[in-house]
C-alpha cells in the first residue's frame, strides 16, 4: 500500500472511531459508572474487536453482504434494539456503588461481540474495505487495514474511557449524573437514527 494511501487510510480512521457514536457514549458511561480500571476490559474489546471485524471483511464477508443483503438488513435492526436497550440502561444508570452486585462493565467477549450488531461498525468496515482492498493482495490488505483501526480504535477508547473516569468526581452529585448519564443516551439514540438511514450495501 502506498504511503498516501496509508496516510489517508488512518485519517479516515481516526476521524470515524474518535467520532461521538454508540461505542464510545457507551465507554464513557461506563468509566462513569465503574472508573477507567473496570473499563479496560471493554475499551480493549471495541478497539480490537472492531479491527478483527474489519479483516474479516476484507477477506470475503462483504462478499457474502453483496450477495445476501437481507443478513446486513437483519444485523441493522438486531444492532438497533440492542442499541435502544443500551440507551435505555445508560438513562437509568444509577450512581457508582448503588447499582446492586448485578450490574457490572462490559467483559472483553461481550464488547467484542456487540461489534458483529453495531450498524456503525458495519458501515465503517464495509466502507473502508470497500475503498483500500483492492483484491491484488486480499490478506495483506485487509490486514493493514485492521492494524490501522487497531491503532487508531486504541487511542480512541482510551480517549473516551478517560473522559468518562476525568468527569467521574464532577459528575459526584445525583442531578449532574442524571443529565450526563441523559446525554450519553440521547447520543446513542441519535446515532442510532442516522446509522437506519444509512446504507450496509457495498
Same mark, same amino acid.
Given at each position: 500500500?502506498?504511503?498516501?494511501?496509508?496516510?489517508?487510510?488512518?485519517?479516515?480512521?481516526?476521524?470515524?472511531?474518535?467520532?461521538?457514536?454508540?461505542?464510545?457514549?457507551?465507554?464513557?458511561?461506563?468509566?462513569?459508572?465503574?472508573? @477507567?480500571?473496570?473499563?479496560? !476490559?471493554?475499551?480493549? =474489546?471495541?478497539?480490537?474487536?472492531?479491527?478483527?471485524? %474489519?479483516? /474479516?471483511?476484507? +477477506?470475503?464477508?462483504?462478499?457474502?453482504?453483496?450477495?445476501?443483503?437481507?443478513?446486513?438488513?437483519?444485523?441493522?435492526?438486531?444492532?438497533?434494539?440492542?442499541?435502544?436497550?443500551?440507551?435505555?440502561?445508560? @438513562?437509568?444508570?444509577?450512581? !457508582?456503588?448503588?447499582? =446492586?452486585?448485578?450490574?457490572?462493565?462490559?467483559?472483553? %467477549?461481550? /464488547?467484542?461481540? +456487540?461489534?458483529?450488531?453495531?450498524?456503525?461498525?458495519?458501515?465503517?468496515?464495509?466502507?473502508?474495505?470497500?475503498?483500500?482492498?483492492?483484491?491484488?493482495?486480499?490478506?495483506?490488505?485487509?490486514?493493514?487495514?485492521?492494524?490501522?483501526?487497531?491503532?487508531?480504535?486504541?487511542?480512541?477508547?482510551?480517549?473516551?474511557?478517560?473522559?468518562?473516569? /476525568?468527569?467521574?468526581?464532577?459528575?459526584?452529585?445525583?442531578?449532574?449524573?442524571?443529565?450526563?448519564?441523559?446525554?450519553?443516551?440521547?447520543?446513542?439514540?441519535?446515532?442510532?437514527?442516522?446509522?437506519?438511514?444509512?446504507?450496509?450495501?457495498?
Amino acid at each position: 500500500m502506498p504511503t498516501e494511501t496509508l496516510l489517508l487510510l488512518f485519517a479516515i480512521a481516526a476521524g470515524t472511531v474518535w467520532t461521538p457514536g454508540p461505542n464510545n457514549a457507551m465507554l464513557a458511561s461506563s468509566a462513569v459508572g465503574f472508573g @477507567f480500571r473496570r473499563t479496560v !476490559p471493554h475499551l480493549f =474489546g471495541v478497539a480490537l474487536g472492531f479491527p478483527m471485524m %474489519v479483516f /474479516a471483511v476484507g +477477506f470475503g464477508l462483504g462478499e457474502v453482504f453483496r450477495q445476501y443483503p437481507l443478513i446486513g438488513e437483519v444485523l441493522r435492526w438486531i444492532g438497533a434494539a440492542l442499541l435502544l436497550w443500551f440507551a435505555w440502561r445508560t @438513562f437509568n444508570a444509577p450512581p !457508582p456503588g448503588e447499582g =446492586g452486585s448485578g450490574r457490572r462493565p462490559f467483559t472483553f %467477549v461481550e /464488547a467484542a461481540a +456487540f461489534q458483529w450488531v453495531n450498524p456503525k461498525a458495519w458501515i465503517m468496515a464495509i466502507s473502508v474495505i470497500s475503498q483500500f482492498v483492492t483484491g491484488q493482495a486480499l490478506v495483506l490488505e485487509a490486514a493493514i487495514c485492521a492494524g490501522v483501526y487497531a491503532v487508531c480504535g486504541l487511542t480512541s477508547a482510551s480517549g473516551w474511557a478517560g473522559f468518562g473516569a /476525568a468527569l467521574k468526581r464532577f459528575l459526584s452529585t445525583p442531578s449532574r449524573l442524571q443529565m450526563f448519564n441523559a446525554v450519553m443516551a440521547l447520543l446513542i439514540v441519535a446515532s442510532i437514527a442516522m446509522l437506519l438511514r444509512s446504507d450496509l450495501s457495498l
